[in-house]
Nanobody, 127 residues
Framework: QVQLVESGGGLVQGGGSLRLSCAASIRTFKNYGMGWFRQAPGKEREFVAAINWSGSITYYTNFVKGRFTISRDNAKNTVYLQMNSLQPEDTAVYYC????????????????????WGQGTQVTVSS
């Protein structure tokens, strides 16, 4: 059974930074791309960032480019999301997820392409 556990969320002032972590309990973590998504109250879950299985390719949604960085440490079975220059609009529950397909060169951005999800961690940015 795959378990993903996010941590690192919290309350931060606008312009501040947070680093989210997602620890995976799976031996084959290194075979799969990972994604970060977020969901604000009353809104659908949306793509934030993704990284392929080797860490060589990353994707970002336009509104976080230049501010957020996704990375992974396959030796620690962990994926990270460094968030800088946070804005109130970034307030949401952030989820990490594992994609369905092994060794895909380009990580997907669709919610439906991910099969295992963490419980989420709340990020609140004050103005």
């Amino acid at each position: 059974q795959v378990q993903l556990v996010e941590s690192g969320g919290g309350l931060v002032q606008g312009g501040g930074s947070l680093r989210l972590s997602c620890a995976a309990s799976i031996r084959t973590f290194k075979n799969y791309g990972m994604g970060w998504f977020r969901q604000a109250p009353g809104k659908e879950r949306e793509f934030v960032a993704a990284i392929n299985w080797s860490g060589s390719i990353t994707y970002y949604t336009n509104f976080v480019k230049g501010r957020f960085t996704i990375s992974r440490d396959n030796a620690k079975n962990t994926v990270y999301l460094q968030m800088n220059s946070l804005q109130p609009e970034d307030t949401a529950v952030y989820y990490c997820a594992r994609e369905v397909v092994e060794f895909r060169p380009y990580p997907p951005v669709e919610v439906s392409a991910y099969d295992y999800w963490g419980q989420g961690t709340q990020v609140t940015v004050s103005s």
